[in-house]
Every structure is written in structure tokens, then in C-alpha cells.
């Protein structure tokens, strides 16, 4: 690959293009600001999203989606409510083109991931899913990282691998692209949860609590839904649970803070001032759950919380004060007796 482009000029897709600018002689981010562009042109940084970093001088902003059929990689990090329009609006890629996608999240109504929306208007060109515990704050830092990338092909994993690995950014593979983006989807409703609870003021035992039966939920739901067990419990799994559940970078766990000190669903998004997935992706993967008949307790607290008005408070109590019993479901306990092979 000797060029990409990053559609989505956000904090995570500039950050995907911080990294692939160090690699490749042309990465175009593309937008739709026409201030940012011309910022990020002229003095190589995004003045809306991680303004500190400075961006390698390959790194060229645009406002035409056409710009993006001329590279050999083409990188999707727009919210995941855009990313069938942004397909629809691409439309025909060349073939050998291959096609990377970052967004966390389930389509509504139709249940379906990321890669299953570009596979069904790209069918005939390569594609992969990236994700992991991956603040873009700390990877345009240069701070350590580590990301999965998935992928039915595994001489695309393979090559993705080492395009995107640097002494501070390390990629494992994986063909478990299910497994993958249903991890990185769930954890958002996990994360804007532990956010309540910490507004709450809960503390420690309760939100230690709290994480562990959203890993054992996601598990779950997760393996229902077509992921493997081992990734629930990697990168993409365990390890974004943790990061977004206790970072400050969180946006969905920011969200939850605010919600758990008294504000409105309006009032925390317009704080953050920007997207958090896991709010339109409570809906999603609660109607996923409803399909597959998975018992989701966490998210539908969250669900009632954010859809149905219920008070936060109200909400974690009832959560708290379920029925006893085991820790362990027998069908949970026969999914990790599985063997687990660890590389």
C-alpha cells in the first residue's frame, strides 16, 4: 500500500491518519469542514480535534469523498449512524482497493455491523475491522498502545498488521471480525453505565462490580450474536471494556457522569460536544438482545435510563437489588471450559 484515505476527520480518524502519514507518501483526511481543511493544509493540524498533534506533512485534508478512490486503502472512521449514507455516497471503488473499518457500533433496525454494511456495497474488494483500547488523545501522543485488527483475509491482516505498527503502536490479527466490532460496540453501553454509577457516587467496589458483570454480559450477548469467546476477553474485548469504562477520555463514561449527576441526555451530549456512540447504540443492541432472547440486565438499565426516562438513581438501584443467585450461568461456565490457545 502506498497511499489511504481516512473518511472522517474526526479525533479518531485524524489519529489513524497521524499514524498511517508516518508510513505512507499520501494520506488524504477527508471532512467536511472547509476551515478545518484549509487548517490541517496549512499548519498541519486539526484545530477541532487533538489541535496539539502534529501531523505528518503527507497528510493532506479534502473535502471530496471522490478523493478517496484513488488510494489503495481506504479507511472509514465516521460515526456509525453515517456509515451506509458514506458508502451509499462513495458508491463504485476500484476492486483491489482495500477498505478499513474503525466505527464502534450496530446499525439500527437492521442489527448489522460496520463491516457487513460495506461488504454489502463493496462485495467485491478486501476489507478489515481495527479496534482495541484506543484513546485517540494517547495514540496522536506517541503514548503505548496496542489494537486488533480482524479480517477474513489474512494477507490483508498481514499487511494491515505492519503498516500499523510502530514502537509505540502494536497490532495483533484476528479473523474474529464479528467478535471484534460487537465488543467494541457493547462496551460503550458498559462504559456509559460505570460513568452513572461514578456520578453517583458509588464508588470503587460498586463500579469494580459493576465492570465485571458487563464483561460476563457482553460475553454473552456477544457470543450469541456470532463473536468467539477469546475475543471477549482481548483487546477488543476486556481490554476497551477497562479503558472506557474508568479513562477521562471516555466520552460514553463523560456522558454517564453528567446523567448520574442529574442532567438530561440533551444536556450531556451537548457537553461533550461530541459523538458518543454508546447513546445510539443502547438502542441497537438492546433490540440485538430482544432478538437472540440474551438476558442484558446492565443494558437495559442503561436503555431506561436513556429511552425510557427513568432516573439514573432508580435505575441502579433496582439493578443492585436483583434476585441472589450464582455468579455463574452453567452455559457461561461451558463457554470458558472451551480451550483457549494464547499466542
Known amino acids: 500500500m502506498k497511499s489511504a484515505a481516512v473518511i472522517g476527520s474526526g479525533s479518531f480518524g485524524t489519529a489513524l491518519a497521524f499514524l498511517l502519514g508516518k508510513k505512507l507518501p499520501q494520506v488524504t483526511l477527508i471532512g467536511r469542514d472547509a476551515s478545518v481543511a484549509a487548517h490541517i493544509n496549512e499548519h498541519h493540524q486539526n484545530p477541532r480535534y487533538l489541535s496539539e498533534a502534529l501531523l505528518p506533512e503527507s497528510v493532506r485534508a479534502s473535502l471530496f469523498l471522490a478523493d478517496a478512490k ?37 446499525e439500527r433496525n437492521t442489527g448489522e455491523r460496520m463491516s457487513q454494511i460495506l461488504c454489502e456495497h463493496f462485495p467485491n474488494n478486501r476489507l478489515a475491522v481495527i479496534s482495541g483500547p484506543n484513546h485517540a488523545e494517547e495514540i496522536a501522543s506517541d503514548l503505548a498502545t496496542c489494537a486488533v485488527i480482524g479480517s477474513d483475509d489474512q494477507a ?51 463500579i469494580a462490580a459493576l465492570v465485571t458483570r458487563a464483561l460476563s454480559e457482553m460475553t454473552r450477548l456477544g457470543t450469541a450474536l456470532g463473536g468467539r469467546i477469546e475475543t471477549f476477553i482481548g483487546l477488543s474485548g476486556l481490554g476497551d471494556l477497562i479503558v472506557t469504562c474508568f479513562s ?63 432516573s439514573a438513581a432508580s435505575a441502579l438501584r433496582d439493578l443492585l437489588s436483583r434476585d441472589p443467585r450464582p455468579e455463574h450461568d452453567w452455559e457461561f461456565l461451558c463457554i470458558f471450559s472451551l480451550p ?4
Request: glycine share 8%; net charge neutral.
Open 70 to 106: 484513488k488510494h489503495d486503502l481506504i479507511v472509514f472512521a465516521v460515526p456509525t449512524s453515517a456509515t451506509r449514507e458514506t458508502a451509499q455516497r462513495l458508491a463504485e471503488i476500484h476492486p483491489t482497493a482495500a477498505i478499513l473499518s474503525s466505527a464502534k457500533g450496530v
Open 156 to 206: 490483508l491482516a498481514t499487511e494491515l498488521q505492519a503498516l500499523f505498527t510502530f514502537p509505540h503502536f502494536r497490532t495483533y490479527t484476528s479473523t474474529d471480525m464479528a467478535g471484534i466490532e460487537l465488543g467494541g460496540a457493547i462496551k460503550n453501553i458498559y462504559a456509559i453505565a460505570a460513568g452513572i454509577a461514578s456520578g453517583l457516587g458509588l464508588g470503587d467496589n460498586a
Open 248 to 310: 477521562s477520555h471516555s466520552r460514553n463514561h463523560r456522558v454517564g457522569r453528567l446523567l448520574g449527576q442529574g442532567k438530561s441526555l440533551e444536556e450531556a451530549v451537548h457537553s461533550i460536544g461530541m459523538t458518543a456512540e454508546g447513546v445510539p447504540n443502547t438502542l441497537s443492541v438492546y433490540e440485538a438482545a430482544r432478538k437472540v432472547q440474551i438476558s442484558t440486565p446492565i443494558v437495559d438499565s442503561v436503555y431506561s435510563i436513556l429511552y425510557q426516562n427513568r
Open 340 to 343: 483457549l490457545y494464547v499466542q
